[in-house]
């Protein structure tokens, strides 16, 4: 089982500036590695898949990046609604689907 | 636009049966291009996948190793639906569950279809387990 480890748990940032989260897997993923964000009380919403292409109807100041084992995803210019909790996922070795254990952001 | 809608009920009894629906809007449970998930969340486990069930021709699934033997994913066509049932619960089972579609790119050669990403989820249904 491919094990996804998100850094940092919680990140404080303030609104306007840049949020870099990590995600590292334990074995190469290639770039089979989608992000989600979660507000309290919703379900995941898909942002990015294949690391770096964005889901329809997602805002440019989200990006994503890396291969094999390391990737990023980056919000640019952080909005209010952005602060929320955030998971990477592998699709690369099936089954299982595994997450990482999410990363939380939240307002400095 | 797909749309999943979750139903069941939010408590159960330890040692009884887990049983959830997921309702499909604007995409086929026997679609080719799909694989139709359960998946739960708790404070402990974090966002667990628990299994999958899909067509090809015929009907396939896949499980989680912790909850095999206890898990049954369920399509019902005429309904457009699909459903989980866990046996034998106990509390650690208590968790939000939620349905999602994954995307799937098929295959020509039966076994290599591309299962990728959760690209929409049900709205999340809260279970206790709890006497």
């Known amino acids: 089982e491919i094990v996804m480890t998100q850094s940092p748990v919680t990140l404080s940032v303030s609104p306007g500036e840049r949020a870099t989260l990590s995600c590292r897997a334990s074995q190469s993923i290639t770039s089979n590695l989608a992000w989600y964000q979660q507000k309290p009380g919703q379900a995941p919403r898909l942002l990015i898949y294949d690391a770096s292409t964005r889901a329809t109807g997602v805002p440019a100041r989200f990006s994503g990046s890396g291969s094999g084992t390391e990737f990023t995803l980056t919000i640019s210019s952080l909005q209010s609604g952005d602060f929320a909790v955030y998971y990477c996922?592998?699709?690369?070795?099936?089954?299982?689907?595994?997450f990482g254990q999410g990363t939380r952001l939240e307002i400095k | 636009q797909v749309q999943l809608q979750q139903s069941g009920p939010g408590l159960v009894k330890p040692s009884q049966t887990l049983s959830l629906t997921c309702a499909i809007s604007?995409?086929?449970?026997?679609?080719?291009?799909?694989?139709w998930n359960w998946i739960r969340q708790s404070p402990s486990r974090g966002l667990e996948w628990l299994g999958r069930t899909y067509y090809r021709s015929k009907w396939y699934n896949d499980y989680a190793v912790p909850v095999q033997g206890r898990i049954t994913i369920s399509p019902d066509t005429p309904n457009n639906q699909f459903s989980l049932q866990l046996n034998s619960v106990t509390p650690e089972d208590t968790a939000v569950y939620y349905c999602a579609r994954q995307v799937v790119v098929p295959s020509t050669i039966i076994g290599l279809d591309y299962f990728q990403y959760m690209d929409v989820w049900g709205k999340g249904t809260t279970v206790t387990v709890s006497s």
């Open positions: 604007g995409d086929s449970v026997s679609s080719n291009n799909a694989a």
């Open positions: 996922q592998q699709y690369d070795t099936w089954p299982p689907i595994t």
